[in-house]
């Protein structure tokens, strides 16, 4: 059982920066690929990031692209999002999920999901 805890979210203005983390539970961390995803309030869950076992491969969202940045630190059992230039439509509650087989798009594709951390972007 993997246990994911995110931390980092808070307040920010437009076009402001903030870097979530997100710390894994399992020494095995290295075998799982992980993904943030994010729900607005009154929208489904929509991905935003995922990266390989190694950090080697990533994927974004298209939105997100050149904005966002998925990374990991596996000596510290640890996935990042830093997100720049942030808009307030993106306020959202960010989860962090693993899996071991797969590196996806797909909510369902992920067996472990932290509670999630809320960010709030004013105008």
């Known amino acids: 059982q993997v246990q994911l805890v995110e931390s980092g979210g808070g307040l920010v203005q437009a076009g402001g920066s903030l870097r979530l983390s997100c710390a894994a539970s399992e020494r095995t961390f290295n075998s799982y690929n992980m993904a943030w995803f994010r729900r607005a309030p009154g929208k489904e869950r929509e991905f935003a990031a995922a990266?390989?076992?190694?950090?080697?491969?990533?994927d974004y969202a298209d939105p997100l692209k050149g904005r966002f940045t998925i990374s990991r630190d596996n000596s510290k059992n640890t996935v990042y999002l830093q997100m720049n230039s942030l808009e307030p439509e993106e306020t959202a509650v960010y989860y962090c999920?693993?899996?071991?087989?797969?590196?996806?798009?797909?909510?369902?594709?992920?067996?472990?999901w932290g509670r999630g951390t809320q960010v709030t972007v004013s105008s």
């Open positions: 990266i390989s076992r190694s950090g080697g491969t990533t």
């Open positions: 999920a693993a899996d071991r087989a797969v590196m996806s798009r797909v909510a369902s594709s992920y067996v472990y």
